[in-house]
C-alpha cells in the first residue's frame, strides 16, 4: 500500500529538549516536504527536498532542520523546541515536479504528528 | 504573496442537500488547484486535482470549478451525507503549494 508514515503521532515535550520526527514514504517520490498546521492559519510549509542531498526553506523554516540522507526517508528535527512549535505537524511526499513547474499528480500526506511543547 | 481565503470556515447542513465551498486566491499565475479533505486526526486526502488550463473536475458527487482570471474556485457536493463531514482545504501551487485554512463541514443525519 502506498503511503507516507510519520513517527511519533503523539508528542509532549519540554522547551529545549532536541526531538526528531520521522517521515518516510514508500512510493519512490523525489519530492517530500514538511508543513505545519494550525487554527486560521491553514497549513504553511517548513521544508522541502526535491532529492537526496537536496533541501530547501519553505515559508517557516526558522527553528526546523531537516535531511534526506535517503529517497525514502525525510526527518524533521527541532533542536530546542520552543511553545511557539506546538502545532500539528504533517509530512508530504510526491513525484517530482514536471517541465513547466509543479507535479501534476497530488502529494500524498502523512497521518500528522501533533506536538505540544510546554 | 499568494493569499488562499476559504469562505465559510464552518457550514452546517441538513443531510441531503447541495452544498457550495469557496475558495478565492490572489494571485492567478498558478498551475493547479487541488481540493483536499481532512478527517479528525488524519492526513489530507486529495479529492480533485484541476489544471490551470482545465476549468473543472468530476468525481462522483463532487465538482470542482476553477476560474483562474477571477481567483476562484469553488467545490460543489451533491445530496450531502453525514460521511461527508470533515474540513475541506484548497491548495494552489505555483513554485509551492498554498492553502486556505479550511472550511469545516457539518452534514446532520
Known amino acids: 500500500e502506498a503511503q507516507v508514515t510519520q513517527n511519533p503521532r503523539y508528542l509532549i515535550t519540554v522547551t529545549g529538549k532536541k526531538l526528531t520526527v520521522t517521515c518516510s514514504q514508500n512510493?519512490?517520490?523525489?519530492?517530500m516536504s514538511w508543513y505545519r498546521q494550525d487554527p486560521g492559519l491553514g497549513l504553511r510549509q517548513i521544508y522541502y527536498?526535491?532529492?537526496?542531498?537536496?533541501?530547501d526553506k519553505g515559508d517557516v523554516p526558522e527553528g526546523y532542520k531537516v535531511s534526506r540522507k535517503e529517497k525514502r526517508n525525510f526527518p524533521l528535527i527541532l533542536e530546542s523546541p520552543s511553545p511557539n512549535q506546538t502545532s500539528l505537524y504533517f509530512c508530504a511526499s510526491s513525484p517530482l515536479p514536471t517541465s513547466e513547474g509543479y507535479s501534476t499528480d497530488t502529494q500524498y500526506f502523512g497521518p500528522g504528528t501533533r506536538l505540544t511543547v510546554l | 504573496k499568494q493569499e488562499v481565503t476559504q469562505i465559510p470556515a464552518a457550514l452546517s447542513v441538513p443531510e441531503g442537500e447541495n452544498l457550495v465551498l469557496n475558495c478565492s486566491f490572489t494571485d492567478s499565475a498558478i498551475y493547479n488547484l487541488q481540493w483536499f479533505r481532512q478527517d479528525p486526526g488524519k492526513g489530507l486526502t486529495s479529492l480533485l486535482l484541476?489544471?490551470?488550463?482545465?476549468r473543472e473536475q468530476t468525481s462522483g458527487r463532487l465538482n470542482a470549478s476553477l476560474d483562474k482570471s477571477s481567483g476562484r474556485s469553488t467545490l460543489y457536493i451533491a445530496a450531502s451525507q453525514p460521511g461527508d463531514s470533515a474540513t475541506y482545504l484548497c491548495?494552489?501551487?505555483?513554485?509551492?503549494?498554498?492553502f486556505g485554512a479550511g472550511t469545516r463541514l457539518t452534514v446532520k443525519p
Open positions: 484541476i489544471q490551470s488550463s482545465q
Open positions: 491548495a494552489v501551487t505555483l513554485n509551492d503549494m498554498r
Open positions: 527536498s526535491m532529492n537526496v542531498e537536496v533541501t
Open positions: 512510493m519512490n517520490h523525489e519530492y
